[in-house]
């Protein structure tokens, strides 16, 4: 199966150009399953929100401040060096908890355990070969 395609030659514009919509709140349209299937007449249509005008999110003054640029801390330890094993309470094994609550990107407890040990395990790695590098670079270039 091929398709053929004819290049428009450069500095000729195309014959009509595709047409916009008009700026503006647009009409969304929700369709329930019998709608789809054609047994009943659509629904009226809403107007959609222009979510350039709305503010900012803001947490709750009561929410403690975040700072994307620091890992997060439990009981003033990095989260990467907490025992999971020791917590008195784990709230994501309740029945009906979305996991996804306390961890991300399709994290469980132990796949979070296991990225804890492996990330330990390369930063213990990187600090060695640093060294390494660092006494050769001593022994070929003497300061």
Request: hydrophobic letters at 25%.
């Given at each position: 199966m091929t398709t053929e395609y004819t290049p428009t030659p450069r500095g000729e514009l195309p014959a009509k150009a595709p047409s916009l919509p008009p700026p503006g709140p647009q009409l969304v349209q929700k369709q329930s399953s019998e709608e789809?299937?054609?047994?009943?007449?659509?629904?009226?249509?809403?107007?959609?929100?222009?979510t350039s005008s709305l503010p900012p999110a803001r947490a709750p003054p009561s929410h403690p401040p975040i700072n994307p640029e620091e890992?997060?801390?439990?009981?003033?330890?990095?989260?990467?060096?907490v025992d999971m094993d020791a917590l008195a309470e784990k709230p994501w094994r309740r029945p009906g908890t979305d996991i996804s609550d306390y961890f991300n990107y399709g994290f469980d407890e132990v796949s979070w355990e296991a990225y804890c040990y492996r990330r330990r395990e390369l930063g213990d790695m990187a600090n060695h070969l640093k060294g390494v590098v660092t006494v050769k670079r001593n022994i070929l270039v003497p300061s």
């Open positions: 789809l299937k054609g047994g009943v007449e659509p629904r009226s249509t809403t107007p959609a929100q222009d890992p997060g801390t439990i009981d003033n330890r990095s989260i990467f060096e």
